[in-house]
Every structure is written in C-alpha cells, then in structure tokens.
C-alpha cells in the first residue's frame, strides 16, 4: 500500500517504524496515537504500537497497555502474552509464572512457556534451576540455537567448564558448525572458555 498509495495512511506507520529505529520512541508513539483512527485497521499498527508503547516509557507500559487493552478490547490471550514478555523482561518470577498458568488454560502447556521461565531465572542468576528448566524441554523441542546459547550462558556463569564444552559440541553436529566457527563464536562471546 505504501507503493500504490504513498500519500496515504501507511506513510504514517513507515514514519513511526523510522523513528523507533532511531531511538526516538516518543515521537513514534506521538504518531502512532494521532494516527490511530486511520490505521487501526491495519494488523501491523497494533504490533507497533505495543512495541511502541513498551519503548516509549517502560516503567509505565503494563498501565497504559492494560488500558489500551480495555479501550480496544484485544483478546484476553494477546493481552497475557504481552504481560508474560513484559514480567520476564522485568525480571519478575511470581507475576510471570501466574501469568504462564493463566496463558495454559487457553493454550495448554506449550514448551515455550519453559523456555521463558527459564530465562528468567538465569537472569535472576539461579543459573541450575535454569539448567533444570531448559534440560526439561529435551524431547520436547529440538536444540534450538536460543536454547544452545541459554544453556551455554548458564554453565560459562557457573564456571563448569566440562558442561560447558559438552554442550558447545553439540554446535558442530546440531548447527553444522565446523571446529574454528565453534572456537571463534566462544571465543567472542565466552572468551574465559576458549582455552
């Protein structure tokens, strides 16, 4: 539409989308706000928005996004997965495990929801209930590369270096990553492991 219409309503979101890349959330959430009647309609907007509104002032997000929730009425999942992101990116174990327990009762016990908490907790630094969590989902999902390099981070934290070395392997199979790649993508990002 942007093509075919460039005058029209879609200029906007292009805007809003250039601004928040450049750091200036605000005014992308300025747009974004005067703009709505026009591109509420647009699946895209509403993705923005959010985005938006977490980056414009995050302190206050959970706030204006419940209320944005009340005024446009979103399904009540979309309004708790959005919750559950913002719980595990502040951290908060409590409202984000009775977050995930709410989302299971409309999507059952979806493995994802393992991976989040688990996350969460090695950002709290229990580094081996994060272990407990992610050792959890095998055979459940395959070695997914966030998974690899979650379970990496744990034992490069714990300083277990035998650990640590097993699951790095599993690189050269799983990703198909040759014996250099592997040691130069330790080495950049686990630099105390690359002996």
Request: proline share 4%; with cysteine.
């Given at each position: 539409?942007?093509?075919?219409?460039?005058?029209?309503?879609?200029?906007?979101?292009?805007k809003a989308q250039t601004?928040?890349?450049?750091?200036?959330?605000?005014?992308?959430?300025?747009?974004?706000?005067?703009?709505?009647?026009?591109?509420?309609?647009?699946?895209?907007?509403?993705?923005?928005?959010?985005?938006?509104?977490?980056?414009?002032?995050?302190?206050?997000?959970?706030?204006?996004?419940?209320?944005?929730?009340?005024?446009?009425?979103?399904?009540?999942?979309?309004?708790?997965?959005?919750?559950?992101?913002y719980f595990v990116n502040?951290?908060?174990?409590?409202?984000?495990?009775?977050?995930?327990?709410?989302?299971?009762?409309?999507?059952?016990?979806?493995?994802?929801?393992?991976?989040?908490?688990?996350?969460?907790?090695?950002?709290?630094?229990?580094?081996?209930?994060?272990?407990?969590?992610?050792?959890?989902?095998?055979?459940?999902?395959?070695?997914?590369?966030?998974?690899?390099?979650?379970?990496?981070?744990?034992?490069?934290?714990?300083?277990?270096?035998?650990?640590?070395?097993?699951?790095?392997?599993?690189?050269?199979?799983?990703?198909?990553?040759?014996?250099?790649?592997?040691?130069?993508?330790?080495?950049?990002?686990?630099?105390?492991?690359?002996?």
């Amino acid at each position: 539409m942007q093509r075919s219409a460039p005058d029209g309503a879609t200029q906007f979101l292009s805007k809003a989308q250039t601004l928040l890349e450049g750091g200036k959330e605000k005014e992308a959430l300025k747009i974004l706000t005067e703009q709505k009647e026009s591109l509420m309609v647009y699946p895209q907007y509403w993705q923005l928005y959010v985005r938006t509104l977490f980056e414009a002032n995050p302190k206050q997000f959970l706030t204006a996004f419940e209320q944005l929730g009340e005024d446009v009425c979103f399904d009540e999942r979309y309004m708790l997965l959005h919750k559950m992101l913002y719980f595990v990116n502040e951290s908060n174990i409590e409202e984000t495990q009775a977050t995930i327990e709410a989302l299971i009762t409309f999507t059952g016990d979806d493995p994802i929801y393992l991976f989040f908490f688990a996350k969460l907790l090695a950002e709290k630094q229990e580094y081996e209930a994060a272990l407990e969590c992610y050792d959890a989902l095998e055979g459940t999902v395959p070695l997914l590369w966030d998974i690899w390099c979650e379970k990496l981070e744990c034992y490069y934290r714990l300083k277990d270096t035998e650990s640590f070395k097993k699951i790095a392997l599993l690189a050269e199979k799983t990703y198909n990553m040759t014996p250099q790649e592997l040691l130069d993508f330790v080495g950049l990002n686990f630099p105390e492991m690359k002996k």
